[in-house]
């Protein structure tokens, strides 16, 4: 502990710090003061004598008396503070209201160090121990943490976690800003109330995360004003940062032998070099300007000094590297569920720091904030510890230092007995935490949190509750008074749309919805600024989820792009121009008024199952000009590749002749010629094949049209619907899976009644003929089992007899049916006929159960009869009087 003297000195210029503060307040206010006394001198003379003019009447002061009645003075609302008066401490454990032996002892052992730290230290402040729990029993802060590991796999990793915990929990700032909180609640009571202080959220997420394996500890120190007051105003919202895009160096495919040089560049160097100037001037003067902005901002922001800077006490997380991977130590702001390096300049100031099995004291200077500070807790001399049952390795010494200490410890333990001076820390006294599912489900308190950025508001809500499925919403402003909005994001959950992500520019207008795939036309991602047909638009779609192979599909008013993948044709590209419609109706779309087609434009890519020169990479349908043009594939050792144009003509002219086939009806360019390519033949049946092909594009063209209108109209029906999906396992939300549960409760009831029923005295009728409290005799127990056996016999007969009543009925009714219709067959109508077959199938079906049943029964009537003779012998009551005749 002397060792610790030396290192104070920070804590003493912190004290001198706040002493002047102090000193210029109160110099401020004795100014203030004889201001106002100056003031009160020169207007007391015109105040007496206006006392003097004017003398208040009783009327007078009731009619100010009721004037002042009819002011109402609103008073602001203040933040529903967490205290010991609203939490109900009536049903919690013993253990929250006294300490065990062992607690005590402990308690003992903080104050004697606590008394020993203010003696030699005298300049910093108190220690935060042991303060009092909810039911003011003051606890170590030590046995506060609860080690836990949450059986949700979400709340595994440190980042899930810290982000559950900020959102479950809804902030209270401490009494005073100055100093640690006199109270410190359990984790359950947190849990319970979802509201706490910073220390409240850390000693939580404290505990959590040693229960999930990381080094993690409490911190006790100093924070700056936006992270005490969870201001992150002047935070950049971490979803408007866009991750950084690598770039992938493109393989440049090794130069042929035979390739063509490139064209000279004839452009002038000196204009482009002009060019590039003036570009480079526009981009430093937007940078100048840009950096000008930002240094206003800056100079407005640091002119809103806070003159509480570095006295603010602040509770946070650390964990240290090692456990779970961890490569380095960093803190964790509870509130805000944000990481951040040991550098950081928003942490101060360290006192102390405490996991559940140790407390450590800080001996560092944090003159430079926590930037030098060196978490080694097994170092003495830079961190003091409470117990020596430390599990931290402890710095190797010297022989010298090592003898010297020793020396010391010989004069200071002269005349003592040895003890044993370690001692364990006790166990937690707060019970197991325990998060329901409902619980980790609602997250936010009331379901809803809304959090400011710096020209960023994000709004998150529990999932269902929301009637659209909306689950998390992100506003972006241009300004800082968040006034003018730039873009929106809105994140849904559970929709039947499978609809995950919509992007609304407020700007362009652009609005871009994201799909999860199961959408029930493989959408994707549509981009568009209306939703009304033929404007400009994109589509996405998962293409393994499609027949056709759709990727992409591009729409504007004149023209139409589809992009394609893994079909078998190899098509994977389709262009369509349109032009103006005709016939001008109330109501134009594909169905009753398409747009008429002007050219089409297919790519394909290459089929190895074909020669390049014959295998077609682009076709040209101009369906105005009548042509069609085609190019080929380029073989692999040629430099220009096939082209071929046709001139398509209608197959028959005016008079009703067929048109032949002609030379001058096909254009053809071919880097090797073949003679089977000039023949007519050929290029009559290649021409004759493409109109085919051409009508079949067309009509997919068409097809492709139609498709779009019936997305978006399936669009605007979700949109208005915007029905969720509600989990089989969700037996609180499925109606159906309720139903379910309630019938088979319901059988199980049925079954239950039943089983009572077949538990029923059969001896109760015959007991009732007998006096009551008589005892039974020999005779009289026979006579009960005959009886019994006698009747159940009767029974059984009669139920025997009734089957075949109905038998024989339906036996007759049948015949007397068949007879009548031998004798009305000829007169009969269809209907009746039908009747008839109806009635007979009907018949024989109840003749063939009543059979089945009359069967069934005279094959069960004995095995009946016998267990009952074996239950009538083993009954209690009549056991002992029949062993005789067994």
Not at 93 to 102: E, F, G, R
Not at 501 to 519: A, C, E, R, S, W
Not at 632 to 643: E, G
Not at 770 to 776: I, S
């Amino acid at each position: 502990m002397v060792q610790a003297v030396l290192k104070d000195s920070h804590r003493h210029a912190r004290m001198e710090v706040l002493k002047e503060k102090v000193e210029e307040e109160e110099a401020a206010e004795r100014e203030e003061a004889a201001e106002r006394a100056e003031r009160g001198e020169k207007t007391k003379r015109p105040m007496e004598v206006r006392r003097e003019e004017t003398t208040m009447t009783q009327e007078m002061l009731r009619d100010l008396e009721r004037k002042l009645s009819e002011i109402e003075v609103s008073v602001p609302e203040k933040l529903l503070a967490f205290t010991k008066d609203t939490i109900d401490t009536s049903k919690l454990p013993l253990s929250y209201q006294s300490n065990t032996l062992k607690e005590e002892h402990l308690l003992q052992v903080a104050d004697n160090f606590s008394r020993q730290y203010s003696h030699l230290c005298p300049d910093r402040v108190p220690l935060f121990l042991h303060p009092l729990n909810e039911c003011e029993v003051p606890k170590f802060v030590s046995t506060t943490i609860r080690p836990t590991l949450m059986p949700y796999p979400e709340l595994y990793n440190w980042d899930t976690c810290a982000q559950f915990i900020s959102d479950f929990l809804s902030m209270v700032p401490l009494p005073d800003p100055l100093k640690p909180p006199l109270y410190l609640y359990s984790s359950t009571t947190v849990l319970k109330y979802q509201k706490g202080n910073c220390f409240d959220f850390s000693t939580l997420l404290c505990s959590m995360l040693i229960g999930a394996g990381y080094d993690a500890y409490c911190v006790n120190g100093y924070g700056s004003q936006d992270l005490c007051h969870m201001d992150l105003t002047r935070e950049v919202c971490p979803l408007t940062m866009k991750p950084k895009e690598s770039v992938k160096e493109e393989e440049k495919a090794p130069p042929k032998k035979y390739a063509i040089k490139p064209p000279r560049d004839l452009t002038s160097r000196f204009e482009q070099e002009q060019e590039m100037k003036r570009q480079e001037a526009i981009k430093a003067e937007e940078e100048n300007r840009r950096k000008q902005e930002e240094a206003r901002l800056l100079e407005q922001e640091n002119a809103k000094t806070d003159p509480l800077h570095g006295l603010r006490v602040h509770s946070w997380v650390l964990v240290l590297s090692g456990k779970r991977e961890v490569p380095e130590s960093f803190f964790i702001d509870p509130f805000t569920a944000r990481s951040y390096s040991t550098q950081d300049d928003h942490f101060l100031g360290i006192e102390s720091l405490w996991n559940h099995k140790n407390y450590w004291v800080n001996m560092q200077d944090c003159w430079n904030c926590c930037k030098d500070l060196v978490f080694d807790l097994g170092d003495p001399v830079r961190w003091e510890y409470l117990l020596l049952g430390t599990d931290k390795p402890f710095l190797s010494l010297t022989e010298e230092e090592d003898e010297g200490m020793n020396d010391d410890d010989d004069v200071e333990n002269l005349g003592k007995e040895d003890e044993d001076k370690s001692f364990d820390m006790p166990p937690s006294w707060v019970e197991q935490i325990e998060i329901s599912p409902e619980a980790f489900e609602t997250r936010c308190p009331n379901g809803k949190k809304v959090i400011q950025y710096k020209r960023a508001k994000l709004e998150k809500w529990a999932p269902y509750l929301n009637n659209n499925g909306l689950v998390c919403r992100l506003t972006t402003y241009e300004d800082l008074e968040c006034t003018k909005t730039l873009e929106m994001k809105e994140w849904y959950q559970n929709r039947e749309d499978m609809l995950e992500l919509k992007h609304i520019n407020k700007i362009t207008g652009l609005n871009v919805d994201y799909f999860k795939p199961g959408h029930p036309q493989a959408l994707r991602v549509h981009s568009y600024k209306s939703m009304q047909p033929e404007m400009d638009r994109v589509m996405e779609f998962y293409e393994t989820a499609r027949v056709d192979g759709l990727i992409k599909r591009e729409e504007t008013p004149k023209t139409m792009t589809e992009h394609y993948q893994g079909r078998p044709d190899f098509l994977s590209y389709r262009h369509v121009n349109f032009g103006p419609r005709m016939k001008k109706l109330a109501l134009n779309s594909a169905e009753s008024n398409p747009r008429p087609m002007v050219k089409i434009t297919e790519r394909f890519f290459r089929n190895p199952a074909k020669p390049a020169d014959e295998d077609v990479a682009e076709r040209v349908f101009l369906i105005a000009e009548e042509r069609i043009q085609l190019r080929y594939h380029c073989r692999s050792d040629h430099i220009t590749a096939n082209k071929r144009e046709f001139l398509r003509r209608t197959e028959v002219d005016s008079k009703g002749n067929k048109i032949i086939m002609t030379p001058d009806m096909c254009i053809s360019f071919e880097v090797e010629p073949m003679e089977h390519t000039k023949k007519l033949l050929y290029q009559y049946e290649a021409m004759m094949k493409l109109k085919n092909e051409e009508k079949l594009s067309r009509h997919q063209a068409w097809e492709s049209e139609l498709e779009v209108l019936e997305i978006l109209k399936l669009r605007e029906e979700e949109e208005e619907a915007h029905t969720l999906t509600i989990s089989i396992y969700d037996t609180k939300r499925n109606e159906k899976s309720k139903e379910y549960r309630e019938a088979m409760e319901r059988v199980l009831h049925e079954e239950h009644l039943r089983q009572v029923e077949a538990q029923l005295d059969y001896l109760a009728p015959f007991l009732a003929q007998l006096p009551p409290g008589e005892k039974l005799t020999r005779w009289q127990a026979v006579r009960l089992k005959d009886e019994c056996l006698n009747d159940f016999k009767q029974r059984l007969i009669d139920k025997a007899n009734l089957i075949q009543a109905r038998f024989e009925k339906e036996t007759q009714e049948l015949q007397k049916k068949q007879q009548w219709y031998q004798e009305n067959q000829v007169t009969l109508t269809p209907e009746d006929e039908d009747l008839y077959l109806s009635y007979c199938s009907q018949a024989m079906f109840r003749i063939r159960i009543l059979e089945q049943r009359l069967s069934r029964h005279k094959e069960l009537a004995p095995l009946k009869y016998l267990a009952l003779e074996e239950k009538l012998y083993k009954d209690p009551r009549l056991v002992e009087l029949l062993k005789v005749f067994v």
